[in-house]
């Protein structure tokens, strides 16, 4: 399983001739770095001076979102191996036999249900970097401020990780052949993209007027 190399061998195999990982598993292991930033930031912010002046409601805050940004670490590790399946499964499809009429339209079905398998899971993947960014927010506005350029830095990741994501649905969408799921797909990304893209600026306004 991809997420069980160690980093060496995960870039050894991205940069070889083998078609998958590939920049899904890339956007994933992006998405995957942000989230273990956020756990260090509140790792580093459980316990020390900064923790101890909060009142219970908000330490518990704190416990919590370092709870979801572990959690958060595997599942986005989990993608990894999600999208290289749904890739391979993909290819597969077009050893199907093409001979007669039937198998031909047989054959098209079911390339068009790949396509949207292996673009399901990077739109996830944007998904659920988008929703990690209430995370990051509470590593910048409640975590130790010594290490909240770790938060910015996880913010960046983030959003390159969406982006990349996006760009892993379009190259699917493409041959979908379906024009209102194509545009309903589309629209979604654009909104993905666009509210990332305003959460990660409010986030590193506050990290540059904290370092």
């Known amino acids: 399983m991809l997420k069980d190399m160690n980093i060496e061998e995960f870039i050894k195999d991205l940069s070889s001739e083998a078609p998958a990982p590939g920049g899904g598993g890339a956007a994933a292991m992006t998405a995957a770095l ?9 790792n580093l912010t459980v316990g020390k001076k900064c923790y101890n ?45 093409k001979t007669t009429d039937q198998e031909k339209a047989d054959r098209q079905d079911k390339l068009q249900e790949g396509y949207r398998n292996a673009l ?18 509470k590593a910048c506005k ?8 770790d938060a910015g830095v996880a913010a960046l990741l983030l959003q390159a990780a969406i982006e990349s994501a996006i760009l892993n649905v379009y190259v699917n969408l ?16 654009v909104r ?13 306004k506050i990290v540059y007027e904290n370092i």
């Open 174 to 189: 493409a041959y979908i052949k379906d024009e209102s799921y194509k545009e309903q797909v589309r629209e979604e990304c």
């Open 192 to 204: 993905i993209k666009n509210q990332g893209n305003e959460i990660k600026n409010s986030i590193m």
């Open 120 to 137: 399901g899971t990077p739109l996830e993947l944007a998904r659920k970097c988008l929703d990690s960014y209430s995370i990051i927010d």
């Open 34 to 42: 942000s989230s273990a930033l956020s756990s260090m930031v509140f």
């Open 53 to 97: 002046a909060y009142d219970e409601h908000t330490k518990q805050e704190v416990d919590k979102a370092l709870e979801s940004s572990l959690e958060s670490t595997d599942e986005f590790l989990n993608y990894m191996d999600k999208d290289a399946k749904a890739f391979l499964e993909l290819m597969s499809l077009f050893k199907l036999p």
């Open 142 to 149: 409640l975590g130790n401020k010594n290490v909240i350029s």
